[in-house]
């Protein structure tokens, strides 16, 4: 199995920036791509963003429009989201999720409320 820690939640202002970072442990050679996802109180879970094994980011929200970068470190067993600009809207649960070998894995998440 895999554990995945997300780790850089808090409060921030508008405007300001914010780094979330994943560990995962447990069989880590197992985990193909893996994504950031984030969700607030009444609303579905979205998307963040999702990057490959190899570290190619391949899909994000379209909340995002350009703020957001997701890097990938396979030797650190890390995936890092880089938040730029946050705005209010921004604010919610952000979990890291790592598909591995037919289980879904998630991190227990991690709060970002961001102020005006």
């Known amino acids: 199995q895999v554990q995945l820690a997300e780790s850089g939640g808090g409060l921030v202002q508008a405007g300001e920036s914010l780094k979330l970072s994943c560990l995962a442990s447990g069989k880590t050679w197992t985990i193909g791509g893996m994504a950031w996802y984030r969700q607030t109180p009444g609303k579905e879970r979205e998307l963040v963003a999702r990057?490959?094994?190899?570290?190619?980011?391949?899909e994000f929200g379209d909340f995002v429009k350009g703020r957001f970068t997701i890097r990938r470190d396979n030797t650190k067993n890390t995936v890092d989201l880089q938040m730029n600009n946050l705005t209010p809207e921004d604010t919610a649960v952000y979990s890291c999720?790592?598909?591995?070998?037919?289980?879904?894995?998630w991190g227990q998440g991690t709060q970002v409320p961001v102020s005006t």
């Open positions: 990057i490959t094994r190899g570290g190619v980011p391949r």
């Open positions: 999720y790592a598909p591995a070998q037919g289980f879904d894995s």
